[in-house]
C-alpha cells in the first residue's frame, strides 16, 4: 500500500526492500540473504496488487486508474463491504487464470 508512503529518502534497507518486491513482482522469485555472504533465490507464486495514489516505484503490466463516485471521506467504509471486496478477489483470480 503505497498510500501510507510519506515523502522523504528512502534508507539503504528501504531501497534493498523494494528491489526485492520488485524482483518478486517481476521474476516471481525472493531472494534471502542468511547472513553468511550469500543469497538464496526461491520460487514463488505471489498475486500481487499495488494501491496508490500516483505512479508507483515498483514495476507493474497493469495501470487501472479509478474515479470515486460516492461522496465519502469514509473509505474504510465502502471499502469493507464485503460484497464488493469478494467480487474484486474472485475477478484477480479469474482474471489469473487467463494467458496472455
Known sequence: ??????PGQLQPNGIENLKSLGNLISWQRLSYDFGFSYNIEFECDARILIVGEGKSLLPSDVVLPLQQRVQSPDYTA???????LDKFRSYLTLVRQISY
Do not use: A
Not at 1 to 6: A, F, G, Q, S, Y
Open 1 to 6: 500500500d503505497e498510500t501510507v508512503l510519506e
Open 78 to 84: 465502502l471499502l469493507s463491504t464485503l460484497t464488493h
